[in-house]
């Protein structure tokens, strides 16, 4: 199935011996013209596939001339889709919402950090062998430091895959006071034992500095005018973080900015999480002005 997948997803593309990329006419998005024997194939698995990580990665794929080329699917045999990435010699792949966790077993090893929050977000194939990663932790943490977050109280809505690599990295850069809230309560009071944390079903009557959201609450969708905390938790913080990248400006964040809060966004997230994999992926880290530019490219489309 992923062989037919991918063998449509290049015809469409009227994929040539490798060459030059050039904007496709329908969005800006920048893919080869040409491709070889030689072209590897990067991809993400997610639910609600989004435009981003395909901008991003064509953009910098084309800006430092590399073979590669970037596609998203939303699998619906996340074992077969994994097994077509051992099989067909696809480089790696972004993980988003739900296969976090459910990618463990599938694949061959873990990085340190993604084996401590037992949550991945990236696969890399090198000749057959699956190594897993999570660069969402990486992310975290540095937009704690680059937004200077105090390492104040906090509330963490969620308990999934994602919520996993944000709890772990809010610990580990020296968050102590945390309060999961899930309404599962056997994951929530796992991943608040396993941090330290304290687990409640819902938020009640705290009302912490920092409210973090990584539900997909907001997300584009069904839920997308949906609010992760009350009114009166977002009026009582002081700064405001929400993990949902599409849109950026969430009814939570718009919310948190219309306050003067201090706002950490998903896009950010994004950003920085899809730059970790790029190296990860082709073993080059862009410049700073190269990573800028693909930014600002993914998020025009």
């Known amino acids: 199935m992923l062989c037919k997948v991918l063998n449509r997803a290049f015809a469409l593309h009227s994929l040539r011996p490798y060459g030059r990329f050039k904007p496709l006419p329908s969005g800006g998005i920048y893919m080869p013209v040409t491709a070889n024997r030689d072209t590897q194939l990067c991809m993400s698995m997610a639910a609600r596939p989004g435009n981003f990580g395909v901008r991003f990665h064509n953009h910098l794929f084309q800006q430092l001339d590399l073979n590669f080329y970037y596609k998203t699917f939303s699998p619906n045999d996340l074992a077969a889709a994994v097994a077509g990435i051992r099989s067909l010699g696809i480089r790696g792949s972004a993980v988003s919402m739900p296969f976090k966790e459910a990618c463990i077993e599938l694949v061959d090893e873990l990085d340190v950090s993604a084996a401590a929050i037992q949550s991945i977000n990236t696969i ?71 941090c330290g944390f304290r687990w409640q079903a819902d938020l009640g009557s705290a009302r912490p500095p920092l409210l973090v959201n990584v539900t ?44 003067g809060k201090r706002v950490v966004s998903g896009d950010e997230v994004a950003a920085i999480q899809a730059l970790e994999q790029f190296v990860l992926y082709t073993g080059i880290r862009p410049t700073d002005e190269q990573y800028q530019q693909a930014v600002a490219f993914a998020r025009a489309g």
């Open 124 to 194: 890399v194939n090198t000749d057959g062998h699956l190594k897993a990663f999570n660069t969402d932790y990486i992310a975290v943490a540095q937009l704690m430091e680059s937004h200077a977050v105090p390492r104040s109280a906090f509330a963490l809505r969620g308990s999934g895959g994602m919520a996993k690599a944000v709890a772990f990295a809010l610990r580990d850069a020296g968050f102590t006071d945390g309060l999961i809230v899930a309404r599962n309560q056997q994951a929530g009071q796992r991943l608040a034992e396993a």
């Open 216 to 259: 997909p609450l907001g997300m584009q969708g069904p839920q997308a005018d949906e609010l992760a905390f009350d009114r009166q938790a977002i009026e009582a913080a002081d700064t405001i973080f929400d993990v949902v990248a599409t849109p950026a400006d969430t009814p939570l964040i718009h919310a948190a900015r219309r306050l």
